[in-house]
């Protein structure tokens, strides 16, 4: 799964990339003076935005109070089974 959004804050925007998979969850932001942050956890069990909330004092620290957080794509991994599932449910 891959999640992107952005989390406003009161001086600034900080752009977030979370990728999950089954092993685990790596989330990337970057901050309003360039600087980025790079954090992965070997937990499959959460889920990216709860991540993101256990990371939110961090960034707020970046970008002062957070005030916003929005999600502005979501891309759900399927795997090789399950789009040959597609394929062959269109065709029949």
């Not at 889920?47 to 891309?75: C, K, M, S, T």
Request: proline residues 4%.
């Amino acid at each position: 799964m891959l999640l992107r959004g952005k989390v406003v804050g009161k001086n600034g925007t900080a752009r977030f990339e979370i990728r999950k998979d089954k092993d685990g969850m790596l989330l990337w932001a970057e901050f309003p003076n360039g600087e980025q942050m790079d954090y992965s956890i070997e937990c499959p069990y959460l889920e990216p935005l709860e991540l993101l909330g256990l990371l939110l004092p961090a960034i707020e620290e970046h970008i002062g109070e957070v005030q916003d957080v929005v999600v502005e794509e979501v891309e759900e991994k399927k795997s090789v089974l399950g789009r040959i599932r597609e394929l062959l449910g269109k065709t029949f």
